[in-house]
């Protein structure tokens, strides 16, 4: 840096325009990355703050006039909007916890001393990675169907033979889903939490007559704490958006019993085709998301300060 | 690692209890695989089979259905799958390797910043810009257009992109960049000679990532295609209507859908865990 300023000096620019140049330089390869994402979700995100102070349909010709708050307004007043947030809330927290409780379970199982440990978790994982839609389809129409269902099979002798659960249970069925698929992803990242556990601790522990249980309290849980964490968050991120199993297993019913914000979202922008109501359903769904995702990247970012100064 | 597991073991090491943990393991993780199995085992099936009361356990597995749905309309919905995960993740290496590089190893003032704007793009409910979105696609005549969902799906993962190749970036001791410089490397060739193959894991943890989200995505798909760009996941909906039982040659398709990432994934258990906790677990 420094011979390039003198040489810059000699040669004619002066120091302070070559270090410019410098500078632009070293950020030249981080622009198209950077105007590519602008592009594509900064200014489409100010077109839909401004048109949610618009009343505007498709289907209507003309129909594009100015409507100051009334987008807002109707999403205070709108029942169906107070059901989406609702769903929303309840999903999101159902899935999260049951699927760290179960994954924190799993995990355990596969850090401790088992045979097919590496098989276990290649079996474990499968779920996850199935196409969403696709899983969504097989618990439906294969599992939970009451006529040719198996579940409806291997619960009939407990009385539970003719449960249509999609329809009866929308909610649970939902749920069920969605921790099935969530649960592996809980469990690899607690996996590695567990894993990174330096085993002559709890040695010790036990050597100093803690219990199974004591020692895992006291020891591994908050060790594995922040994985946990970023586990949750990162997972709620996604559950926040869930769509695909919704769409398969309910189609946001029966009524409007799981509906979610972004099935609603659906419904009001390719359903009925309402641009202004649906961009006020967008800003309010980012100012939500905002507030999780910023805790979440706190935790994201101070994991990978504890790891710098390791 | 394994000697980690072996020692961490709560249950303090005795043959038998290790025989009642790998009995309620295997339990466990029987019961979360179940219904993979249980797709594979229909999608062998006829459909009176897939369709009996009480459940068809014993059979003779056929490959009609696999048949039936590989001549059938689903190719060009696996075809249009293929494009857009593969076009978006090269999409996403091409401007993310520059911006990760620009960030790790040449960092300016505001990295954290930039990284931070980068990042929290990927977190933008689909809600934040869809409406516009759409109504570009539809002025510029892009909807059911294969290169305009190929577009959307970098998108997506571009933030994702930039935060795991940074990680590994980082992890490249800095001298052997100041050594290629001194020689006179341009740009260009210290990006493709020296970056590229160091950080091959890290490429093929990103790209797996990337692969992940866009085969299986969903909302922007049953959206912004309807026939000729039509995904995967879009084929599958043709089953909801439950009118008419063709249960086996959905486990048929169910299962061709998934194949390319449950393979995948299975390969490469390790860069998914990185990959999905962005790069934080190692």
């Known amino acids: 840096m420094i011979a390039v300023s003198k ?31 602008i592009l594509v979700t900064q200014i489409p995100f100010a077109l839909t703050v401004y048109y949610s ?15 100051g708050l009334e987008n807002y307004a109707r999403l205070l007043t709108d029942e169906s909007i107070r059901i989406a947030v609702w769903n929303t809330v309840l999903l999101t927290i159902a899935v999260i916890a049951i699927s760290v409780v179960l994954g924190l379970a799993v995990a355990s199982l596969l850090n401790s001393e088992v045979f097919g440990k590496g098989f276990m978790r290649t079996l474990m994982i499968a779920p996850f990675l199935i196409m969403p839609t696709a899983g969504a389809l097989i618990w439906k129409d294969t599992l939970l169907n009451p006529l040719f269902g198996l579940l409806p099979y291997l619960l009939a002798p407990f009385g539970l033979g003719r449960v249509d659960w999609v329809n009866q249970y929308p909610m649970v069925s939902v749920v069920t889903v969605e921790v099935w698929r969530w649960t592996p992803f ?60 919704i769409f398969m297993l309910t189609h946001g019913g029966p009524g409007e019993d799981t509906t979610n914000i972004p099935f609603l979202l659906y419904l009001v922008a390719f359903q009925g085709f309402n641009i202004g109501q649906a961009s006020a359903i967008g800003v309010v769904a980012v100012i939500l998301t905002t507030i999780i995702a910023t805790v979440a990247l706190r935790t994201l970012f101070s994991i990978f300060q504890v790891e710098a100064r390791r | ?32 695989f179940f219904p993979v199995l249980w797709m594979w085992l229909e999608a062998f099936k006829t459909e009176p089979q897939a369709a009996s ?10 490959l009609l259905e696999f048949q039936e749905v590989m001549s059938g309309d689903f190719p060009p919905f696996f075809i249009n799958s293929a494009i857009a995960s593969l076009g978006s993740t090269l ?57 305009a969902l190929t577009l959307i799906y970098t998108t997506i993962n571009l933030p994702l992109g930039v935060w795991l190749l940074r990680s590994f970036l980082l992890e490249i001791p800095h001298d052997l960049f100041e050594a290629a410089r001194v020689d006179g490397a341009s740009f260009l060739t210290e990006l493709v000679r020296i ?27 049953v959206n912004f295609t309807s026939s000729t760009a039509a995904t995967a996941p879009v084929f599958l909906v043709g089953f909801i209507s439950g009118r008419g039982l063709f249960y086996a040659k959905l486990a048929a398709a169910a299962t061709l859908a998934s194949l390319p990432v449950l393979l995948a994934g299975w390969v490469a258990q390790k860069q998914l865990i990185r990959g999905l906790t962005m790069g934080a677990v190692k």
């Open chain 1, 7 to 37: 040489n810059g000096g000699v040669r004619g620019p002066t120091a302070a325009s070559v270090a410019r140049r410098d500078a632009w330089l070293r950020r030249l390869p981080l622009l198209p990355a950077f105007v590519y994402v």
């Open chain 2, 91 to 147: 999409l996403v290496l091409v401007l993310g390797l520059p911006a990760a590089y620009a960030l790790a190893i040449r960092p300016v003032k505001r990295t954290q910043d930039v990284l931070f704007f980068f990042i929290s793009t990927r977190f933008l409910p689909f809600a934040a810009s869809l409406v516009p979105l759409y109504l570009l696609a539809r002025d510029l005549h892009l909807l059911d257009n294969i290169f």
């Open chain 1, 53 to 67: 102070f618009f009343s505007w349909n498709l289907l209507k010709d003309n129909s594009f006039k100015f409507a």
């Open chain 2, 1 to 32: 690692m394994s000697a980690n597991a072996i020692r961490a073991n709560p249950t303090g090491g005795f043959p038998a209890s290790k025989v009642l943990w790998t009995i309620v393991g295997w339990l466990v993780v029987l019961v979360f």
């Open chain 2, 53 to 62: 009361s009480p459940p068809t356990i014993f059979f003779v597995p056929t």
């Open chain 2, 195 to 221: 970056v590229v193959p160091l950080i091959a894991p890290g490429i093929a943890a990103t790209s797996l990532i990337c692969l992940i989200f866009s085969w299986n995505e969903f909302f922007y798909a």
């Open chain 1, 186 to 245: 809980m469990m690899l990242i607690i996996l590695a939490g567990l894993q990174s556990q330096n085993p002559e601790v709890l040695e010790a522990a036990r050597v100093d007559g803690a219990t199974a249980f004591q020692a895992f309290r006291r020891i591994t849980l908050p060790l594995v704490r922040p994985f946990i964490e970023l586990g949750a968050l990162l997972g709620s991120l996604f559950v926040v958006q869930t769509f695909d199993s």
